[in-house]
């Protein structure tokens, strides 16, 4: 599943970097011809510079045209004038005709004016905008610039991630192939030792069968066996549930100073209240008073053995486990109004709603309810040590109906806090839906109820246990036979003591007694004791003597077995020289007479030289074998091959243990290494958890970029639309101004030249904001 995930994001990772390294390559494209569109506008805006300079010279030679046709009419009308005087009808129809080219003129020019005035402004717009916009088009790339380094980045981060998983992938892949051999041989080794733990368990269940019928057939005084190995038994599991109930009030101790510093204030953001500093000071010591309860109740369960009388009025510590109960219920008396005024705060808080409001009072209840049944189960535990205190504290009559109240109380105390869980289950599902509530509020609350859980189990066990062992407990007990009073531990301890006679004493009888000596036989013997123990030097130093007797004759036997060694070599080296004389004298048989006679006289001499060796080494033989021959080396002899082989035996058992030892440990040790593999696979999930968190963030604020360069988009269209009305209204009166005067008609082109410029700017700037969407 693990590694389908993994190459389904490998996948994802992949095709969006694809699309990333395809958008920037067009944003690259794109911006390259947007630059190179800007140039040639740059050219085209200095052409058409160039010709509005030559337009506005040419406009200045045409006013000093019209100046100088001014100056002409006004000498011409000086000349009507005076032509009017001499009464000139057509002169006089020539300064009509001069007058009205005078105010059609007057408004040309005025409409150049006004011409001029929206030019510049037109002007002074388009300068404006083109700066604003070469401001964008930097501002646009500084942003693709970034989001390209982004992109550059987050690709090396999947890339690093992709290749960190693979190793990852293949380091695991290796540890559970590891881990399934390892678990293989530990199931093989398992399997044999579970067929070693049946072989011996039905040994020892034929063992102790065996073991039953003998003591119920011979052994006397089997009236309090059962009894004492009960009480053991019961002391156990009691222990085993204590320690559960302390691990519980810890917890939930713990949880709730960690609430209390969350809220209703976080104390890490500003103080809490003086009253809740003092209820976490108080939690805070909880250890002090929860731990004592199980070290207490251990002593308790050590004292109690099967050498020991197991009552009411013998069992001292006892006491002890009811003085740690008593501080405990102290402790709780004393933070029970802290947490009432707690609980009250949390209500006051500003978003505390009325269910909240009734839970918290329902809590207070049973807070008040718990440290009531712990109150109750205090005194009655004082009253069962009060036994082994105080003789003849509690009667024997009295002593059940303790142990009848106990139960019922042990059975409210898990009523009471499953009460308490159910409403803090509630509270915190209430909470959960508030506006306000942090992650950190949310695990410490699901912390404290799962330590209410655990403690309504352990109380629900006790509660169990005492109520089915509660024939047990009220049973009369250990006491003699016949005996109504009950026991003290003065009592206790001599009876037990005579026990332990009477069974040395059975067990003497058991043992084969010596015969019996007459008594004129051990008037001797004592005499003879007596002058033994007067001559006890004498003794001594025959032990002396003889231990060093022992030790000559351990070196001389060392010796005469080192000596048969030698002869043993020396008669393998007598008859190699025999050999080689027998194959010279075979080798002279075929010479001379005289090198016969030496030769014959050579092997006669050889020969007698062996036989006296021989001789020799006889005697060292029949004395090596009268001396190992003797009946007190044999026996030494076999003891030492014996103690030599119970050695082996001892050795080999040893050895057994050490490996069944090792065995074990090595399964602990394989054990242990499963649940860190088990840890480090839980790690690895949640780094790729938020591997995915932060992949799908990313989506989120690509996602959230686009959306907003849309938006952006959508205004520069409906910018560019109401310009395009403006830009239909200044054709409109652009058309109307062409209906007029041809004079100024230069000057027309070249503004609407100058507007179809600027049209077509915003067109491109609209294309580039296009393709930066896209």
Same mark, same amino acid.
């Given at each position: 599943?693990?590694?389908?995930?993994?190459?389904?994001?490998?996948?994802?990772? =992949?095709?969006?970097?694809?699309?990333?390294?395809?958008?920037?390559?067009?944003?690259?494209?794109?911006?390259?011809?947007?630059?190179?569109?800007?140039?040639?506008?740059?050219?085209?805006?200095?052409?058409?510079?160039?010709?509005?300079?030559?337009?506005?010279?040419?406009?200045?030679?045409? %006013?000093?045209?019209?100046?100088?046709?001014?100056?002409?009419?006004?000498?011409?009308?000086?000349?009507?004038?005076?032509?009017?005087?001499?009464?000139?009808?057509?002169?006089?129809?020539?300064?009509?005709?001069?007058?009205?080219?005078?105010?059609?003129?007057?408004?040309?020019?005025?409409?150049?004016?006004?011409?001029?005035?929206?030019?510049?402004?037109?002007?002074?717009?388009?300068?404006?905008?083109?700066?604003?916009?070469?401001?964008?088009?930097?501002?646009?790339?500084?942003?693709?610039?970034?989001?390209?380094?982004?992109?550059?980045?987050?690709?090396?981060?999947?890339?690093?991630?992709?290749?960190?998983?693979?190793?990852?992938? %293949?380091?695991?892949?290796?540890?559970?192939?590891?881990?399934?051999?390892?678990?293989?041989?530990? =199931?093989?080794?398992?399997?044999?030792?579970?067929?070693?733990?049946?072989?011996?368990?039905?040994?020892? @269940?034929?063992?102790?069968?065996?073991?039953?019928?003998?003591?119920?057939?011979?052994?006397?005084?089997?009236?309090?066996?059962?009894?004492?190995?009960?009480?053991?038994?019961?002391?156990?599991?009691?222990?085993?549930?204590?320690?559960?109930?302390?691990?519980?009030?810890?917890?939930?101790?713990?949880?709730?100073?960690?609430?209390?510093?969350?809220?209703?204030?976080?104390?890490?953001?500003?103080?809490?209240?003086?009253?809740?500093?003092?209820?976490?000071?108080?939690?805070?010591?909880?250890?002090?008073?929860?731990?004592?309860?199980?070290?207490?109740?251990?002593?308790?369960?050590?004292?109690?053995?099967?050498?020991?009388?197991?009552?009411?009025?013998?069992?001292?510590?006892?006491?002890?486990?009811?003085?740690?109960?008593?501080?405990?219920?102290?402790?709780?008396?004393?933070?029970?109004?802290?947490?009432?005024?707690?609980?009250?705060?949390?209500?006051?808080?500003?978003?505390?709603?009325?269910?909240?409001?009734?839970?918290?009072?329902?809590?207070?209840?049973?807070?008040?309810?718990?440290?009531?049944?712990?109150?109750?189960?205090?005194?009655?535990?004082?009253?069962?040590?009060?036994?082994?205190?105080?003789?003849?504290?509690?009667?024997?009559?009295?002593?059940?109906?303790?142990?009848?109240?106990?139960?019922?109380?042990?059975?409210?105390?898990?009523?009471?806090?499953?009460?308490?869980?159910?409403?803090? @289950?509630?509270?915190?599902?209430?909470?959960?839906?508030?506006?306000?509530?942090?992650?950190?509020?949310?695990?410490?609350?699901?912390?404290?109820?799962?330590?209410?859980?655990?403690?309504?189990?352990?109380?629900?066990?006790?509660?169990?246990?005492?109520?089915?062992?509660?024939?047990?407990?009220?049973?009369?007990?250990?006491?003699?036979?016949?005996?109504?009073?009950?026991?003290?531990?003065?009592?206790?301890?001599?009876?037990?003591?005579?026990?332990?006679?009477?069974?040395?004493?059975?067990?003497?009888?058991?043992?084969?007694?010596?015969?019996?000596?007459?008594?004129?036989?051990?008037?001797?013997?004592?005499?003879?004791?007596?002058?033994?123990?007067?001559?006890?030097?004498?003794?001594?130093?025959?032990?002396?003597?003889?231990?060093?007797?022992?030790?000559?004759?351990?070196?001389?036997?060392?010796?005469?077995?080192?000596?048969?060694?030698?002869?043993?070599?020396?008669?393998?080296?007598?008859?190699?020289?025999?050999?080689?004389?027998?194959?010279?004298?075979?080798?002279?048989?075929?010479?001379?007479?005289?090198?016969?006679?030496?030769?014959?006289?050579?092997?006669?001499?050889?020969?007698?030289?062996?036989?006296?060796?021989?001789?020799?080494?006889?005697?060292?033989?029949?004395?090596?074998?009268?001396?190992?021959?003797?009946?007190?080396?044999?026996?030494?002899?076999?003891?030492?091959?014996?103690?030599?082989?119970?050695?082996?035996?001892?050795?080999?058992?040893?050895?057994?243990?050490?490996?069944?030892?090792?065995?074990?440990?090595?399964?602990?040790?394989?054990?242990?290494?499963?649940?860190?593999?088990?840890?480090?696979?839980?790690?690895?999930?949640?780094?790729?958890?938020?591997?995915?968190?932060?992949?799908?963030?990313?989506?989120?604020?690509? %996602?959230?970029?686009?959306?907003?360069?849309?938006?952006?988009?959508?205004?520069?269209?409906?910018?560019?639309?109401?310009? @395009?009305?403006?830009?239909?209204?200044?054709?409109?009166?652009?058309?109307?101004?062409?209906?007029?005067?041809?004079?100024?008609?230069?000057?027309?082109?070249?503004?609407?030249?100058?507007?179809?410029?600027?049209?077509?700017?915003?067109?491109?700037?609209?294309?580039?904001?296009?393709?930066?969407?896209?």
């Amino acid at each position: 599943m693990q590694q389908q995930t993994s190459e389904h994001y490998k996948r994802a990772l =992949r095709a969006q970097n694809q699309v990333l390294k395809k958008a920037v390559v067009d944003e690259q494209a794109n911006s390259a011809s947007l630059k190179e569109q800007l140039k040639q506008k740059d050219q085209s805006l200095r052409k058409q510079e160039q010709e509005m300079d030559s337009l506005s010279f040419r406009n200045q030679q045409l %006013a000093k045209r019209v100046e100088l046709l001014q100056e002409e009419l006004a000498a011409s009308e000086a000349k009507g004038r005076k032509g009017k005087s001499k009464g000139d009808s057509p002169s006089q129809h020539g300064l009509q005709t001069q007058s009205v080219f005078d105010e059609d003129l007057q408004k040309k020019i005025e409409e150049n004016e006004r011409l001029h005035i929206q030019f510049y402004e037109a002007d002074e717009q388009h300068r404006r905008q083109e700066a604003e916009l070469r401001t964008r088009l930097t501002e646009l790339e500084k942003d693709s610039e970034q989001h390209q380094a982004v992109v550059d980045g987050l690709t090396t981060k999947y890339m690093e991630t992709i290749e960190r998983l693979q190793s990852d992938k %293949a380091r695991l892949e290796i540890k559970a192939q590891t881990l399934e051999r390892e678990a293989k041989d530990c =199931r093989m080794r398992t399997e044999e030792c579970q067929q070693q733990l049946r072989r011996c368990q039905s040994e020892l @269940n034929r063992q102790v069968k065996q073991s039953s019928s003998v003591i119920q057939e011979k052994v006397p005084f089997n009236d309090t066996s059962e009894y004492l190995l009960k009480a053991r038994d019961v002391a156990g599991q009691a222990l085993s549930f204590i320690q559960d109930l302390v691990a519980a009030l810890l917890n939930f101790h713990t949880y709730t100073e960690q609430r209390v510093h969350i809220y209703p204030l976080d104390s890490s953001i500003e103080p809490i209240s003086p009253l809740n500093q003092k209820f976490s000071q108080y939690l805070h010591e909880n250890a002090a008073y929860v731990r004592p309860l199980e070290d207490s109740f251990l002593q308790l369960h050590q004292s109690i053995t099967e050498d020991t009388v197991t009552v009411l009025e013998t069992v001292v510590k006892l006491k002890s486990f009811a003085d740690n109960f008593s501080s405990y219920t102290h402790f709780l008396q004393k933070i029970l109004p802290y947490q009432l005024k707690s609980l009250e705060e949390e209500c006051e808080a500003p978003l505390c709603t009325a269910a909240l409001t009734m839970k918290n009072h329902e809590l207070q209840g049973d807070m008040k309810r718990v440290t009531s049944v712990f109150e109750k189960l205090q005194n009655y535990i004082n009253l069962l040590a009060l036994p082994s205190v105080q003789q003849d504290a509690l009667p024997q009559s009295s002593t059940s109906a303790v142990f009848t109240q106990l139960a019922a109380f042990l059975h409210s105390l898990h009523d009471a806090i499953k009460e308490m869980s159910k409403h803090y @289950n509630q509270k915190a599902a209430l909470e959960q839906e508030l506006p306000t509530v942090t992650q950190k509020l949310c695990t410490t609350t699901e912390c404290l109820v799962g330590s209410l859980s655990s403690l309504t189990s352990s109380t629900g066990k006790i509660a169990t246990f005492f109520s089915n062992n509660l024939d047990f407990f009220t049973s009369s007990g250990y006491c003699p036979k016949g005996c109504t009073v009950a026991l003290n531990p003065l009592q206790a301890e001599s009876m037990l003591a005579n026990k332990k006679k009477a069974a040395g004493y059975i067990h003497a009888l058991r043992k084969p007694r010596p015969q019996s000596v007459p008594y004129r036989d051990a008037l001797s013997n004592r005499r003879i004791l007596t002058s033994s123990t007067e001559s006890r030097e004498g003794l001594t130093q025959q032990v002396q003597q003889s231990q060093e007797k022992i030790a000559r004759l351990e070196q001389e036997k060392e010796h005469w077995l080192l000596e048969a060694q030698l002869g043993k070599v020396r008669l393998e080296k007598e008859n190699q020289r025999i050999a080689d004389l027998e194959a010279q004298l075979a080798a002279a048989l075929g010479g001379s007479p005289s090198s016969q006679t030496a030769a014959a006289s050579t092997l006669a001499q050889s020969h007698e030289e062996a036989e006296t060796e021989q001789k020799a080494a006889g005697k060292e033989t029949t004395l090596c074998t009268s001396l190992v021959g003797d009946e007190e080396s044999r026996e030494q002899l076999i003891k030492t091959h014996y103690m030599v082989r119970v050695g082996e035996l001892t050795t080999q058992l040893q050895i057994s243990d050490s490996k069944a030892v090792h065995f074990h440990s090595e399964c602990r040790a394989l054990a242990k290494r499963l649940a860190i593999a088990e840890k480090s696979r839980e790690t690895l999930s949640e780094e790729v958890k938020l591997a995915n968190q932060n992949i799908t963030r990313l989506q989120d604020e690509l %996602a959230t970029t686009k959306r907003s360069y849309e938006d952006q988009l959508s205004m520069m269209s409906d910018h560019l639309c109401s310009m @395009n009305e403006t830009l239909s209204k200044q054709r409109e009166e652009i058309d109307t101004l062409k209906l007029g005067s041809k004079v100024h008609t230069f000057v027309v082109s070249a503004f609407c030249s100058l507007l179809k410029f600027k049209l077509l700017s915003r067109i491109l700037l609209s294309t580039i904001f296009d393709s930066l969407s896209s």
